[in-house]
């Protein structure tokens, strides 16, 4: 007998598969009524797949009575009450490690892209408007600024270590100063943005860190300055920032992250030192392919009485 798996978010094709063959799922991704197909299969299934986008609350425990695993393809887990399933008896895994890398890149590659505008100077060639007009405007240099990271985690440290190789001085912001870390500490966002140049949020969702980065550090920030987001959109205080970019008191920003996913705030589209990525910073083939990896596995060290490989709770 197959073990029943509830998938509320697929893996990737291949890793799919081999769930196919070792359990019998059951998907809730693909149900046209998702709370008729919750109440048939919910009460028989063991275990769940899912990512971070999926909500995960006491409410929707109860209709899993028998739910001993959930295996997120993701390193964040704010949508998911860790209490609530720890309570109810419920393992989780994440993807930790795996996805740092392509995540720190991608905080760079929209710093960059933010600082350097990007996106417009390859309009500037597109349109033809070099030709035209001549150069584009000239826009704000990296090398020799200060940047401050919100969250020195795995992730924050990665980031830090790409800034140090562009020539950036490292400060950060944690609940505490970690150890042997050589880069400034500041118990406080707005200090930190006050010394910085640019500033990175790379610190975990949820209530904790909500708005961390308020309306006074994005003032701090200042005209010149840019913010950062590859954590998640509650972290900051979005209308506020919004308003900063629109009347040009914070310089610019380069989102992966927005409050309302996959539909931020329209608002975003009018302006034009933004640059915007679509929740996409682990979105390479290699690393989705070793976050589903991670998810097949844990399934299976769970099913097979192994310990989990990256357990949450
Ligand atoms: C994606 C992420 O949201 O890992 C995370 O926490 O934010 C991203 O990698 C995602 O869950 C991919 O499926």
């Known amino acids: 007998m197959k073990p029943d798996v509830l998938v509320a978010y697929p893996t990737r094709p291949r890793q799919m598969a081999q769930l196919e063959q070792d359990y019998t799922l059951y998907r809730l991704d693909l149900a046209a009524d998702k709370p008729a197909m919750l109440a048939e299969v919910g009460p028989r299934c063991t275990a769940m797949v899912c990512n971070g986008h999926v909500s995960i609350d006491e409410a929707f425990l109860a209709q ?64 033809g408007e070099w030709g035209r007009s001549g150069p584009m405007s000239l826009t704000r240099s990296t090398a020799g600024k200060s940047v401050g990271i919100v969250g020195l985690g795995r992730i924050g440290s990665a980031i830090a270590r790409r800034c140090e190789a562009l020539g950036l001085t490292v400060g950060y912001f944690g609940r505490r100063e970690k150890p042997g870390v050589g880069y400034r500490y500041f118990a406080d966002v707005v200090a930190l943005a006050e010394w910085s140049d640019i500033l990175i949020a790379a610190t975990s969702g949820g209530a904790e860190t909500r708005a961390i980065v308020s309306a006074s550090a994005l003032k701090a920030l200042g005209p010149e300055g840019s913010f950062i987001n590859i954590a998640r959109g509650s972290v900051v205080d979005e209308p506020a920032m919004i308003a900063a970019l629109k009347d040009g008191r914070l310089g610019s920003a380069g989102l992966d992250v927005f409050e309302s996913e996959p539909d931020p705030d329209p608002a975003f589209r009018d302006l034009d030192n933004v640059v915007l990525y679509p929740h996409h910073a682990s979105g390479t083939e290699e690393t989705r392919d070793k976050m589903a990896q991670l998810v097949v596995d844990n399934l299976a060290a769970h099913f097979s009485g192994r310990a989990l490989l990256t357990p949450v709770n």
């Open 64 to 127: 899993v009575p028998a739910l001993k695993i959930v295996a997120s393809s993701s390193v964040g887990y704010d949508t998911m009450d860790v209490a609530a399933m720890t309570r109810a008896g419920v393992r989780l895994t994440n993807t930790p490690d795996v996805l740092t890398d392509d995540v720190a890149d991608t905080a760079l590659m929209l710093l960059l892209a933010a600082r350097r505008r990007l996106v417009q100077g390859d309009r500037h060639v597109r349109s």
